[in-house]
């Protein structure tokens, strides 16, 4: 269906697009009495309850007339999400704010999809720099899958369990490389416990020294295994909170 197909340029290269098999990498927030999902630093699984008070009750199945529910969840440790560089400021930056404002974050992006497998090293999983793509210029955006990937990294819970993290080294590489969007399938770029530090972070989103504006990252994706290694187009949709971090859908479409 050529209604269902868009075009992108990149690299000297016009790529096209088919927009009718899309790749959902999100994981859905889900209430935690009902379904298993994921959860990192240590805040818990979300909630999900019905509004109630004088005789109202937000639920149809308790005899309430519409089902009206609060939910309380953290962006950064439940779900897929993204976040601005205003995740490691003392100034406030919304993650809303950047991409409904900058021009540089389309609203579809060439994406390269790259598996790389942790080294253990003294008790640690790093991702390092020799695990980076060959190609010398890389598009804005970058998916990457650890490896193994099994499905159950759809409910992990990552807490105290040290998950493999990027060298800053590679992050900084891709900087040097264009990369202006990463996302990958772990909780974070950087190592669960690091007093703090946040290297990784801090060399993507250029903090202090050369704040990078245009630049996301996403945590919590989850690549499947039959989608291969390649390049994609990305749609990197954002819930609209106004907040360093919110809720997001990237999603990967084919190119022809």
């Known amino acids: 269906m050529d209604f269902?197909?868009?075009?992108?340029?990149?690299?000297?290269?016009?790529l096209s697009v088919d927009l009718a098999c899309p790749v959902d990498l999100s994981l859905p927030l889900k209430d935690e009495r009902v379904s298993d999902g994921p959860s990192a630093w240590y805040v818990g699984r979300p909630r999900f309850e019905p509004v109630r008070g004088k005789g109202f009750v937000g639920r149809v199945s308790e005899g309430g007339p519409v089902n009206f529910?609060?939910?309380?969840?953290?962006p950064?440790?439940?779900?897929?999400?993204?976040?601005c560089l205003g995740h490691i400021t003392p100034?406030?930056?919304?993650?809303?704010?950047?991409?409904?404002?900058?021009?540089?974050?389309?609203?579809?992006?060439?994406?390269?999809v790259h598996s790389v497998t942790p080294l253990s090293t003294e008790g640690n999983s790093i991702i390092s720099k020799e695990s980076?793509?060959?190609m010398k210029g890389l598009p804005p955006a970058i998916v990457l899958r650890t490896m193994p990937n099994p499905e159950s990294k759809?409910?992990?819970?990552?807490?105290?369990?040290n998950p493999p993290y990027l060298?800053?080294?590679?992050?900084?590489?891709?900087?040097k490389r264009g990369v202006e969007h990463l996302l990958i399938d772990l909780p974070s770029v950087d190592k669960e416990v690091d007093g703090g530090a946040l290297l990784s972070h801090k060399m993507?989103?250029?903090?202090?020294?050369?704040?990078?504006?245009?630049?996301?990252?996403?945590?919590?994706?989850?690549?499947?295994?039959?989608?291969p290694d390649g390049l994609y187009a990305l749609s990197l949709q954002v819930a609209p909170f106004d907040l360093d971090a919110a809720p997001s859908r990237p999603v990967l479409f084919p190119l022809k």
């Not at 950064?76 to 976040?83: P, Q």
């Open 4 to 14: 269902l197909r868009a075009t992108l340029e990149w690299a000297g290269k016009t």
């Open 69 to 74: 529910t609060n939910v309380n969840f953290n």
């Open 76 to 83: 950064h440790g439940h779900g897929t999400h993204t976040e």
């Open 91 to 112: 100034e406030a930056h919304s993650v809303d704010e950047q991409i409904r404002n900058n021009t540089s974050i389309p609203w579809l992006m060439p994406c390269l």
């Open 132 to 134: 980076l793509p060959e």
């Open 154 to 161: 759809k409910i992990t819970k990552w807490d105290n369990s």
């Open 167 to 175: 060298h800053p080294d590679f992050a900084s590489e891709l900087v």
């Open 204 to 227: 993507f989103f250029g903090v202090p020294d050369a704040p990078r504006l245009n630049a996301t990252i996403t945590e919590f994706v989850y690549t499947p295994n039959s989608s």
